[in-house]
């Protein structure tokens, strides 16, 4: 843009000075709200490029966790499958000691034709995953077997040990409790159906058992289960009315789901009535 100029100055001395006019502020104006768009853009690309690299990690980062993973899987695998192919250390030190004796017997000919099928009958039996592994195992140097599944073979023995010891203290009472629970629900479930059948034989049986009123049923005996934890704490002596108390917990929830269910079919059919009659 030309800047205007503005003579006449006193002295006879022409002065160069811009003139601060509307023109002037416009463009001035118009200059800062490019550059401000600019930097957002600018300060936008760099969240996003930021954004991107981040998001690349993570992913990078997941996948290797996911093949970490995968490989500590897979040796724990290897281990409790070398554990459970040999009975003791020494079969992977010295297998050639433990190699049986070969017991030969001599048989007629008519004996070792009929013999012949029972004998390839067991040898199949036998041949299986543990003999196969084993055999495979043996066939390697022994400064492999000494150096890497010997040690192999002891981590897979201890965490036969941990896993059966979790098993046994956590897993199996906290299993065996779900199963008690999930087989209450279930019974709960059959005499809301059975009942509801019986009040409306019309209703056909897969509109009354499905999925989404089991997890009703269900979410309900959570709660009973949860209940069940807690009274306890509240009643010293709940240990001898619990089967009362889940008892009549049960045919409450029965009730409760056998009543509103007959309110609707019962209006349901007065109004069909009553659309019929019109």
């Known amino acids: 843009m030309k800047v205007p100029e503005r003579t006449?100055?006193?002295?006879?001395?022409?002065?160069?000075?811009?003139l601060v006019t509307f023109e002037y502020l416009c463009y001035y104006a118009a200059m800062k709200r490019t550059l401000a768009d600019k930097i957002v853009e600018l300060n936008k690309k760099r969240s996003k490029g930021k954004d991107q690299a981040h998001g690349k990690g993570?992913?990078?980062a997941n996948v290797k966790g996911g093949i970490l993973a995968g490989l500590g899987l897979a040796v724990a695998v290897a281990c409790l499958t070398i554990s459970g192919a040999f009975d003791s250390p020494s079969e992977i030190v010295s297998p050639e000691i433990l190699s049986p004796t070969p017991v030969v017997d001599t048989l007629t000919m008519d004996e070792a034709l009929d013999a012949a099928p029972e004998a390839e009958k067991h040898?199949?039996?036998k041949k299986g995953l543990k003999a196969s592994?084993?055999?495979?195992i043996q066939a390697l140097p022994s400064a492999v077997r000494i150096g890497v599944?010997?040690?192999?073979?002891a981590a897979g023995m201890v965490l036969t040990k941990v896993l059966g010891a979790f098993f046994t203290t956590v897993m199996a009472p906290v299993l065996a409790a779900v199963l008690k629970w999930v087989i209450f629900a279930l019974v709960v479930f059959l005499a809301?159906?059975?009942?509801?059948?019986?009040?409306?034989?019309?209703?056909?049986?897969?509109?009354?058992?499905?999925l989404k009123n089991f997890l009703y049923v269900?979410?309900?005996v959570v709660v009973l289960a949860l209940l069940d934890k807690a009274m306890p704490l509240v009643f010293s002596d709940y240990r001898k009315w619990a089967d009362v108390f889940k008892f009549t917990a049960g045919l409450l929830i029965v009730i409760l789901s056998v009543v509103p269910v007959s309110v609707h079919f019962i209006k349901k059919s007065r109004?069909?009535?009553?659309?019929?009659?019109m």
């Open 8 to 18: 006449g100055a006193p002295g006879g001395v022409t002065q160069n000075r811009p």
């Open 58 to 60: 993570l992913a990078q």
């Open 123 to 125: 040898k199949a039996r």
């Open 133 to 136: 592994v084993k055999e495979k």
């Open 149 to 153: 599944v010997l040690p192999m073979y």
């Open 192 to 210: 809301i159906g059975l009942l509801i059948k019986a009040i409306f034989p019309d209703i056909p049986f897969s509109k009354i058992f499905t």
């Open 218 to 220: 269900l979410l309900a």
């Open 271 to 277: 109004d069909k009535k009553a659309m019929q009659t």
